[in-house]
């Protein structure tokens, strides 16, 4: 069956600490992949997405994620983080013209001050 | 733009009894997207629309659930004979889709139900 795993649950770093999160997808065909975050209180919301071309993509807010065909991989990654970036984050993956969503579980990201 | 919005935001009921939510899309999207997330869990897929065609469901909605979009603009998801299983965050999405046969779906608020 499809799945879309996140490696850790909870992450917990301090400002301007560096931040990678792990997603692997296990589906050999076409993807779309997608970071979502969800704020404190607030509704999920797109962070970046890929859909073809430059495997290395940017999103909101600092953030980028780079697509590695080969490992099944896209991976988060910001260089320095703010005590704003705490939140969940998720990784989606689509496998069908429909568009419908799989996520990963989640990662709690918690950056003290 | 003002965004997917959801109806109520919170609902607490008892089991046995019967719940409707309401989800309005961005206007010019013609998809539609109903997912259900737990605690601790990311959203699970659980029925989507093209318009007002309902084209797929999941087999996590059983025959308790039933999902309309009547003109093709806002949705309800019904569950009748609620379980305390049932307990969830209720997650709209929408999207229309883009040049090159891409899709980008925009969430709502969610409608947390408690069934005690």
Known sequence: ?113 | DTGVSQDPRHKITKRGQNVTFRCDPISEHNRLYWYRQTLGQGPEFLTYFQNEAQLEKSRLLSDRFSAERPKGSFSTLEIQRTEQGDSAMYLCASSTLLAGGYNEQFFGPGTRLTVL
């Open chain 1, 1 to 113: 069956a499809q799945s879309v795993s996140q490696h850790n649950h909870h992450v917990i770093l301090s400002e301007a600490a560096s931040l990678e999160l792990g997603c692997n997808y296990s589906y050999g065909g076409t993807v779309n992949l997608f970071w979502y975050v969800q704020y404190p209180g607030q509704h999920l919301q797109l962070l970046l997405k890929y859909f073809s071309g430059d495997p290395l993509v940017k999103g909101i807010k600092g953030f980028e994620a780079e697509f590695i065909k080969s490992k099944f991989s896209f991976n988060l990654r910001k260089p320095s983080v703010q005590w704003s970036d705490t939140a969940e984050y998720f990784c989606a993956v689509t496998t069908d013209s429909w568009g419908k969503l799989q996520f990963g579980a989640g990662t709690q990201v918690v950056v003290t001050p």
